[in-house]
């Protein structure tokens, strides 16, 4: 920041950050399928979209119109979160910014509530791949004692399952002012550029550390980091498809149980005139929600029809144990239709 005024001639410092490539011996990125598992099965305050923004604008949040609607989906509790996140297009690497807005479902409520926080520091920030079109993220925020300070930890993982980015030891300070005060214009949800910009040469290619932090640093502090190391290229990642796993919600059983001998999958089920195969997809979701199965639109999600995370959980046990069809949790909650998600199932039954 120019120090002009606060009537000093230098620059001021905004940030200082530590580069290191990471090596082969780290490995691919860990698989947290069953780390989402276990938050969504531990948060069951669902908040759609919607809700999600008005409760961050009573608390005095202003969200950027570029990132309203990044945050499609929310289970929360007090400290806790996770959230379906499509990150907005046209943004490059500032989109990852939109993975710190569940960081804002999980402060917990009670006094702490009448306040807002910002970030000062981060103690770490990896990156392992590329920001998807659509992610989950778990996010931890634990106020100190004081209320004063809190400390948050945010996770991003991929449809694959894999980690993409995590941010530890995210530091934050309360802000002083009430939230009636007026909004603070994305304040404490901002993602800090040098973040971004980290992300722009980890994903793309090996930059040198002053390219990396382009725009963060002045001209005299770039000059200086101008043959720092380079950034590293992403560790390869299999692109996801249709039928590749995804993270789950914690209801998931170790293997698909045994069928007996001579039994199809669905377990003689259809001399009884039970739907069988995916059909059942329709049925056990149709019965959940109370409605006639005729009634929903196989080309629209599940979730249109308020299918919540305990319902999901539900439908994907009687799948398994009734038919032998495995289906995980956040598909069903996600944005695919119930008709794909049949056209998969049909695949999936076991033999």
Do not use: K
């Amino acid at each position: 920041l120019p120090g002009a005024a606060h009537g000093a001639t230098a620059p001021l410092t905004c940030l200082t950050a530590t580069v290191h490539a990471a090596g082969e011996a780290d490995g691919p990125a860990p698989d947290l399928q069953d780390a989402v598992a276990a938050a969504l099965s531990r948060c069951h305050d669902y908040q759609p979209a919607g809700r999600f923004l008005s409760g961050t604008a009573q608390r005095g949040y202003g969200v950027p119109g570029a990132y309203a609607a990044a945050v499609q989906h929310v289970w929360r509790r007090d400290g806790e979160s996770v959230a379906l996140v499509a990150p907005p297009d046209g943004l490059g690497q500032a989109a990852w910014e939109a993975c710190l807005l569940p960081l804002l479902a999980a402060a917990p409520g009670g006094p702490s509530a009448r306040h807002a926080y910002h970030p000062v520091s981060f103690e770490q920030v990896r990156f392992d791949g590329e920001l998807g079109p659509q992610v989950w993220v778990m996010a931890v925020f634990a106020p100190g004692r004081a209320g004063a300070r809190a400390r948050a930890d945010v996770t991003v993982v991929g449809a694959h399952g894999r980690r993409l980015a995590e941010f530890r030891g995210i530091h934050l300070e309360r802000l002083s002012e009430s939230p009636a005060a007026g909004s603070r214009t994305g304040s404490a949800l901002r993602l800090p550029e040098f973040a971004a910009h980290l992300v722009e040469g980890a994903v793309h290619a090996p930059r040198t550390l002053a390219s990396v932090l382009r725009g963060a640093l002045t001209p005299a502090r770039v000059r200086a980091f101008a043959n720092s190391p380079a950034i590293p290229a992403p560790l390869p990642a299999n692109a996801a498809s249709g039928r590749d796993p995804e993270p789950r919600s914690g209801h998931e059983a170790e293997e698909a149980p045994r069928q007996p001998e001579g039994a199809g999958p669905d377990g003689g089920r259809a001399a009884a005139g039970m739907p069988t195969g995916p059909a059942a997809l329709v049925h056990g979701a149709a019965r959940l929600l109370a409605m006639a199965p005729d009634g929903i639109d196989p080309r629209r999600p599940l979730r249109d029809y308020g299918l919540d995370s305990l319902m999901a959980a539900r439908l994907r046990q009687q799948l398994l144990t009734e038919h032998g069809l495995v289906v995980s949790v956040t598909r069903l909650l996600g944005g695919e239709s119930a008709e794909r998600l049949a056209r998969d199932l049909q695949g999936a039954e076991i033999p």
